[in-house]
Structure formats: structure tokens, C-alpha cells
């Protein structure tokens, strides 16, 4: 399955570019006027965090999401036959105030949150970081498509770490000076060991693990701001924290990081993910002492 799954999407990656995004405009039409893929799970999600926008506003906010998913779908396919300089014309990382950090023996923990496109984020954060570079990652439950996009990630020297294995490879994977890039908005699993916060204006669940690990290893922290400048074409600004994570009280880091997330997501609310139910879990006063924020539900 793998070999027929990875032969039929390497033809499609031969495609210019042209040709390649009119198959996403189409992709586009068919998952969203016809079958209406989480149409509801998206506009729910848009409703609570612009509830100050119209519902056409909202609307076309949702359509440009969805082109932009089907975007980075298109071009992940055609990074298995991108040239490494076509690449690096599309993908643009300032990463001299990271290697600066680096030069002085400190590890980095990286935050973004899910917006578009992070394949080209995780490449290009390989490619141009002095130091190796640890990308944890949800394993798909497909194991054809798992091994393509496994392959496919780790292609540029990036060391993926499951986040079902992360405790059991964290002592192999972190001996040395590393790197990690966190997609740090995950859903928590488990709600009564979570931060509880506000995310825009409405309680949430954000993991621990982030916050934690910065401060136990006295990492830098550097927050990783995405930016669609036109189709194809991405710009990823790093924007330096901390140099000592173990500074930091608890909390500290994922209050930061909300408040960066929400302006991040308010400047291009098309680019963010919101197909994913941010706002699974309902507070509720047994998770009292797991909040962190100012402003209590």
C-alpha cells in the first residue's frame, strides 16, 4: 500500500505549481460547498473567537481556511520533488538570533501553533538551525500515509519524536544539545492535568509539558509567528523569549504563549487550523486549581 500510496502522489508532485493549485481550488469546492467537511466544528469555532464579525465576515474567513488546507496539502506533496533552492525561495527563516543562541551551548524550545504551513516550517527550521532539530509529532492512524509523511519530514535531517513515545525516547533524544519545535495549542488529553485559561475569552485546556520542560531544562524559548505572504510562499518570524526557561514561574510561559497565539491567529485568522475543536472540554469547578489566569470563567 505504501509503495502504490507514495508512487501515485510523487506523478502528482511532478505537476507544476500552476496545475497543482487549480487541483486545490477544486478541493477546495468539494470539501466545502459539497461535503462540508467540519463545516460545523469550524464555524463554531470562528463564532467563538470573532463573535464581534458578521456571519458573512466569519464566512469568508472559513473558505480562505479551507484553501489554505488544501494548500499545504498540494505542496507537501510537491516537496517530494521540490529542488532544495525552489525551496528556500518559498520558505523564509531569519534563524541568526537562534544560531547566536545556539553558539552558547543553550538548548531551544520552539512554540508555534497549527497554522500553515508547517512542513515547510519544519524544513526549513532543519536546513538553516546550527544544531540538531527534534520535531514531535501525532502519529496518523493510516500507516501508509504515517511512514510517507515520517519519511517525508524527516527528509532534511529533522529527528521525529511520536508524542506517544516522547517519555520513552526523551532520555535518548535529549543527552546532547538539541532543538525542539512544539506545536504547543494541542488538545490536552487529559483535561484535569492540563493549565485551564482563557483562549480567547473562553476557558481551555493547554498542555503542561511545554511549560514545564522549559523551566525543568532551563531551555531558551523562542515563539515562531506564521505568515502566508501569497500563495506558496511563507515567512516564519522567530521571536526570542527567554534565554532561561528556568527563570520562568509556573504558568508564566503558557500565559505568554496564549497571548501571542490569539495575536498571531487575530492578524491572519485564515491561517489557522480550525478544523480542530479547540474547544472540546467545558470548565467545570473540579479544575479550579489547574487555572493559571488573571481573569477567572
Known amino acids: ?13 511532478l505537476l507544476p505549481f500552476f496545475i497543482l493549485y487549480g487541483i486545490s481550488d477544486f478541493a477546495v469546492f468539494i470539501i466545502y460547498d459539497v461535503m462540508k467537511y467540519r463545516k460545523d466544528v469550524v464555524m463554531n469555532n470562528l463564532d467563538i473567537a470573532f463573535p464581534e464579525k458578521t456571519k458573512e465576515e466569519r464566512k469568508k474567513i472559513a473558505r480562505r481556511f479551507y484553501r489554505n488546507l488544501t494548500d499545504t496539502f498540494i505542496e507537501s506533496i510537491k516537496m517530494m520533488n ?73 527528509k532534511k535531517g529533522t529527528l521525529l519524536v511520536a508524542a506517544q513515545e ?63 505572504v501569497k500563495r506558496g510562499y511563507y515567512e516564519f518570524i522567530p521571536t526570542v523569549i527567554t534565554e532561561d526557561g528556568g527563570s520562568l514561574k509556573r504558568g ?21 487550523l480550525w478544523s480542530h475543536r479547540r474547544w472540546k472540554w467545558e470548565y467545570s469547578d473540579d479544575y479550579a486549581n489547574r487555572w493559571i489566569d488573571v481573569n477567572y470563567p
Not at 3 to 11: H, I, N
Not at 131 to 154: E, Q, T
Not at 194 to 217: C, E, H, Q, R, S
Open 166 to 228: 516522547f517519555k520513552l525516547r526523551k532520555t535518548e533524544v535529549f543527552t546532547k544539545q538539541y532543538s525542539l519545535g512544539l506545536a504547543a495549542d494541542q488538545n490536552a488529553g487529559v483535561p484535569d492535568k492540563a493549565y485551564w485559561l482563557n483562549f480567547f475569552g473562553k476557558p481551555v485546556p493547554f498542555v503542561t509539558g511545554p511549560d514545564k520542560g522549559a523551566i525543568l531544562n532551563n531551555t531558551a524559548v523562542v515563539f515562531v509567528k506564521f505568515i502566508k
Open 82 to 154: 521540490i529542488s532544495e533552492s525552489a525551496f528556500l525561495k518559498r520558505a523564509k527563516f531569519n534563524t541568526e538570533g537562534c544560531n547566536a543562541i545556539a553558539a552558547k551551548g543553550k538548548n531551544i524550545q520552539f512554540h508555534s501553533g497549527h497554522q500553515f504551513n508547517w512542513e515547510y516550517a519544519n524544513w526549513v527550521v532543519a536546513m538553516k538551525l546550527n544544531i540538531p532539530w527534534i520535531g514531535v509529532y501525532m502519529k496518523i492512524n493510516n500507516p501508509a500515509i504515517d511512514k510517507l509523511f515520517f519519511k517525508l519530514r524527516s
Open 1 to 13: 500500500m505504501y509503495y502504490l500510496l507514495y508512487g501515485l502522489l510523487y506523478v502528482v508532485s
Open 252 to 272: 508564566e510561559l503558557t500565559l505568554m504563549y496564549r497571548d501571542f497565539l490569539e495575536e498571531t491567529i487575530r492578524q491572519h485568522p485564515d491561517n489557522y
